[in-house]
């Protein structure tokens, strides 16, 4: 067993240094700490409240379903992620463990595994699809790409951002599970009621 942790951990920062090093170039060099930031970026957060707010009020009601199951995902995601699986873990970011990483922004003081990031878009990502799949495509290249630019960066092992994707669908699907129950017990009160109304007539 530790043979083969050593082996997948050995394998996982290969394939760091070949993204971190061997894929560099200066486009993603200007592009990637943009994407893998974009919530540093305030006018980002004002643009991104606004249309949230827009989709719960204004929009269709899948377009409605998709932005609350995405808050509900996304904080369930972001919580389990950030106080219990990295702790739970506790693997340092390859930027402070690794000779020569190529990091392009600064590298954080918390752990490494899973990616939070990652966690976030993809658990993002699978509740849209489900509620919006027109879009299904666009949703799921833009969480790669953040998942992407987090090793790019130098922040994260590709594991870390695999984890985080596996987490972040996992949390997505709970809270379309429990979506998808919560309406049919509506359904099943309906009916019983509409059905009692019935029988008093």
């Given at each position: 067993?530790n ?10 920062t290969?394939?760091f240094?070949f993204?971190n090093h061997?894929l ?5 060099d200007?592009l990637?700490?943009i994407?893998t ?5 305030r006018?980002i957060?004002?643009a991104?409240?606004v249309?949230?707010a ?11 379903l998709?932005?609350?199951?995405l808050v509900?995902?996304v904080?369930f995601?972001?919580q ?5 699986l990295?702790?739970?873990f506790?693997?340092p ?5 690794l000779?020569?990483?190529?990091l392009l ?6 752990f490494?595994f899973?990616?939070s990031?990652?966690?976030n878009?993809?658990?993002?990502a699978l509740?849209?699809a489900?509620?919006i799949?027109?879009y ?7 969480a ?5 630019s ?11 951002v695999i984890?985080g ?6 949390c997505?699907?709970i809270?379309i599970v429990?979506?998808l129950?919560?309406?049919?017990l509506?359904t ?5 009621k509409y059905?009692?109304h019935?029988n008093?007539q």
């Amino acid at each position: 067993m530790n043979e083969f942790l050593n082996t997948l951990l050995s394998f996982d920062t290969q394939a760091f240094y070949f993204i971190n090093h061997s894929l560099q170039n200066w486009f993603f060099d200007f592009l990637m700490p943009i994407i893998t930031d974009l919530n540093h970026y305030r006018v980002i957060i004002v643009a991104a409240f606004v249309i949230l707010a827009l989709m719960i009020i204004r929009g269709k009601s899948n377009v409605r379903l998709g932005a609350i199951l995405l808050v509900l995902a996304v904080a369930f995601s972001d919580q389990l992620n950030s106080f219990v699986l990295k702790f739970l873990f506790s693997r340092p970011r390859p930027c402070h463990v690794l000779q020569d990483v190529h990091l392009l922004v600064g590298c954080g003081g918390g752990f490494s595994f899973p990616s939070s990031h990652a966690a976030n878009n993809f658990a993002g990502a699978l509740v849209l699809a489900y509620c919006i799949p027109r879009y299904r495509w666009w949703f799921w290249s833009f969480a790669t790409l953040v998942a992407f630019s987090r090793i790019y960066v130098g922040v994260h092992y590709p594991l870390d951002v695999i984890g985080g994707a596996i987490v972040g669908m996992a949390c997505g699907s709970i809270v379309i599970v429990l979506y998808l129950l919560f309406e049919r017990l509506i359904t099943v009160y309906k009916v019983r009621k509409y059905q009692t109304h019935i029988n008093t007539q």
